[in-house]
């Protein structure tokens, strides 16, 4: 698809900013409550805008999208069509958007982008998140952050080097749930925590299998060597693109990278986890193309200050912990999607994924506890917190300096999960990001890149 020709972009908010240094007026002031004149907008990017990405352009469409890049022609025009046919606001801003297949053509060619959405497959993140930071653009990057350790390391490096403001796409971060769940644990409602038991119903794509034989015609509007970008080189199949990539090792991250992020992150937050020193993982059969049917991952992270160590269990592929005996037997694990149980000295506290608030159990402590303060600032929205913080106001919460630590716990699982078979226990030395007792698995910690791929520097 050819871009279209640059538009002229309105007055940027760091130039009206910058230009009244020294009578700076609430916007309130200006022009009434939540009055956001265009002056004040953020000029934004979106890299891939199918799937998630579709709600990823429409969570920052308060602001000016300058442009959208998507490999795929097919994608791009049903999330211009969805936009149109559901009458949502940003519509007409879209259609008019510059439009690109290759990012880094629309780097070059948009001058005036301020930030950019990646919402492509996981092996693509870093490349594009990395490729726009060197370039002073804020990033908002979907979960997992990255598909490789090094990787999440190299982002978090970067943003910090460059002053630029990022979030992570763990939406339930910015959710009420998760600040509950850090402030009870904090109040101590359940007591010292050192055992917690994660679970989701991922995956909901197929694993478990090789490497297809046929090769068939590729769609016309794929840019198929875009779409593979550092990953080897392999013909096109529909088995690959556009949604079942998450169970390639080329390619996605697996189950656990999918949703660790808004699992693994409620413990990982409350109990400030920081990275594990062993991990060890079981699974159903190892293949060498696609993550395996089912695993369960054991960390085990140290003592943190007066927070004792705590053991931590994952579980995918229908593979559950086992009923804590407070729960009633009426009751579910979690949700559909998945839960987290944290077992305390004192109690448990059991939360689905996403949506659903934490209770203690049984239901009768849940009854008799009286809630704690609330201690902690309430987030307006994964989006408009990112957006808010470009504009200068309160940090964002999974920014990449605490969302590489997340990614690069999940990604530790999956090189587990690669060693399954050999029934070892991986110490980790998070310091020097070196696995001690087994060398041969730190080749797993980054990864080759295609010929002209290589991550900027």
């Given at each position: 698809?050819?871009?279209?020709?640059?538009?002229?972009?309105?007055?940027?908010?760091?130039?009206?900013?910058?230009?009244?240094?020294?009578?700076?007026?609430?916007?309130?002031?200006?022009?009434?409550?939540?009055?956001?004149?265009?002056?004040?907008?953020?000029?934004?990017?979106?890299?891939?805008?199918?799937?998630?990405?579709?709600?990823?352009?429409?969570?920052?469409?308060?602001?000016?999208?300058?442009?959208?890049?998507?490999?795929?022609?097919?994608?791009?025009?049903?999330?211009?069509?969805?936009?149109?046919?559901?009458?949502?606001?940003?519509?007409?801003?879209?259609?008019?958007?510059?439009?690109?297949?290759?990012?880094?053509?629309?780097?070059?060619?948009?001058?005036?982008?301020?930030?950019?959405?990646?919402?492509?497959?996981?092996?693509?993140?870093?490349?594009?998140?990395?490729?726009?930071?060197?370039?002073?653009?804020?990033?908002?990057?979907?979960?997992?952050?990255?598909?490789?350790?090094?990787?999440?390391?190299?982002?978090?490096?970067?943003?910090?080097?460059?002053?630029?403001?990022?979030?992570?796409?763990?939406?339930?971060?910015?959710?009420?749930?998760?600040?509950?769940?850090?402030?009870?644990?904090?109040?101590?409602?359940?007591?010292?925590?050192?055992?917690?038991?994660?679970?989701?119903?991922?995956?909901?794509?197929?694993?478990?299998?090789?490497?297809?034989?046929?090769?068939?015609?590729?769609?016309?509007?794929?840019?198929?060597?875009?779409?593979?970008?550092?990953?080897?080189?392999?013909?096109?199949?529909?088995?690959?693109?556009?949604?079942?990539?998450?169970?390639?090792?080329?390619?996605?991250?697996?189950?656990?990278?999918?949703?660790?992020?808004?699992?693994?992150?409620?413990?990982?937050?409350?109990?400030?986890?920081?990275?594990?020193?062993?991990?060890?993982?079981?699974?159903?059969?190892?293949?060498?193309?696609?993550?395996?049917?089912?695993?369960?991952?054991?960390?085990?992270?140290?003592?943190?200050?007066?927070?004792?160590?705590?053991?931590?269990?994952?579980?995918?592929?229908?593979?559950?912990?086992?009923?804590?005996?407070?729960?009633?037997?009426?009751?579910?694990?979690?949700?559909?999607?998945?839960?987290?149980?944290?077992?305390?000295?004192?109690?448990?506290?059991?939360?689905?994924?996403?949506?659903?608030?934490?209770?203690?159990?049984?239901?009768?402590?849940?009854?008799?506890?009286?809630?704690?303060?609330?201690?902690?600032?309430?987030?307006?929205?994964?989006?408009?917190?990112?957006?808010?913080?470009?504009?200068?106001?309160?940090?964002?919460?999974?920014?990449?300096?605490?969302?590489?630590?997340?990614?690069?716990?999940?990604?530790?699982?999956?090189?587990?999960?690669?060693?399954?078979?050999?029934?070892?226990?991986?110490?980790?030395?998070?310091?020097?990001?070196?696995?001690?007792?087994?060398?041969?698995?730190?080749?797993y910690l980054t990864r080759e890149y295609r010929s002209g791929w290589n991550l900027p520097t």
């Amino acid at each position: 698809m050819k871009a279209s020709s640059p538009q002229k972009s309105p007055v940027k908010w760091r130039e009206f900013l910058g230009a009244s240094a020294f009578t700076i007026v609430p916007r309130h002031v200006l022009g009434g409550p939540g009055y956001m004149p265009p002056s004040d907008k953020v000029n934004v990017a979106c890299v891939g805008v199918g799937g998630q990405g579709r709600n990823d352009v429409a969570g920052v469409g308060t602001e000016n999208i300058v442009a959208l890049c998507d490999v795929d022609d097919e994608q791009m025009a049903e999330t211009l069509k969805a936009a149109k046919k559901e009458n949502q606001p940003h519509a007409e801003m879209l259609e008019r958007a510059a439009k690109y297949r290759d990012f880094r053509k629309m780097l070059e060619t948009e001058k005036s982008i301020d930030a950019i959405t990646v919402s492509t497959p996981d092996h693509t993140h870093a490349i594009i998140a990395l490729t726009a930071i060197r370039l002073g653009k804020h990033a908002y990057v979907q979960k997992p952050l990255t598909y490789t350790v090094q990787e999440a390391r190299a982002l978090a490096k970067a943003a910090k080097e460059m002053k630029v403001v990022t979030q992570m796409g763990n939406q339930g971060h910015a959710s009420e749930e998760a600040r509950l769940i850090n402030e009870w644990i904090a109040a101590g409602a359940i007591g010292e925590v050192t055992e917690v038991h994660c679970w989701t119903n991922r995956p909901i794509w197929p694993q478990g299998v090789e490497r297809p034989a046929e090769i068939p015609a590729l769609p016309s509007t794929l840019d198929w060597d875009l779409w593979l970008g550092p990953a080897p080189q392999r013909p096109y199949h529909p088995a690959y693109a556009p949604f079942n990539w998450r169970g390639w090792w080329d390619f996605g991250t697996g189950a656990l990278g999918d949703m660790g992020a808004h699992i693994i992150d409620h413990p990982f937050w409350a109990l400030n986890l920081g990275l594990p020193e062993t991990i060890q993982a079981s699974s159903t059969a190892v293949y060498n193309e696609t993550y395996p049917l089912a695993s369960a991952v054991h960390y085990r992270f140290p003592a943190r200050g007066k927070m004792p160590a705590v053991e931590l269990t994952w579980y995918d592929g229908g593979l559950l912990p086992m009923r804590p005996l407070e729960l009633e037997e009426s009751r579910r694990l979690g949700n559909e999607m998945g839960g987290v149980i944290f077992a305390g000295q004192k109690s448990k506290l059991m939360c689905g994924c996403l949506g659903e608030s934490p209770r203690l159990i049984p239901e009768t402590k849940m009854k008799e506890y009286k809630m704690p303060p609330k201690t902690l600032p309430r987030s307006p929205g994964v989006y408009q917190e990112w957006i808010a913080a470009i504009k200068g106001g309160a940090p964002t919460m999974s920014n990449f300096e605490y969302a590489a630590k997340l990614t690069e716990t999940m990604l530790l699982g999956n090189i587990a999960l690669r060693l399954a078979d050999k029934n070892v226990t991986l110490k980790y030395d998070g310091q020097k990001m070196s696995f001690t007792n087994m060398p041969e698995a730190n080749q797993y910690l980054t990864r080759e890149y295609r010929s002209g791929w290589n991550l900027p520097t």
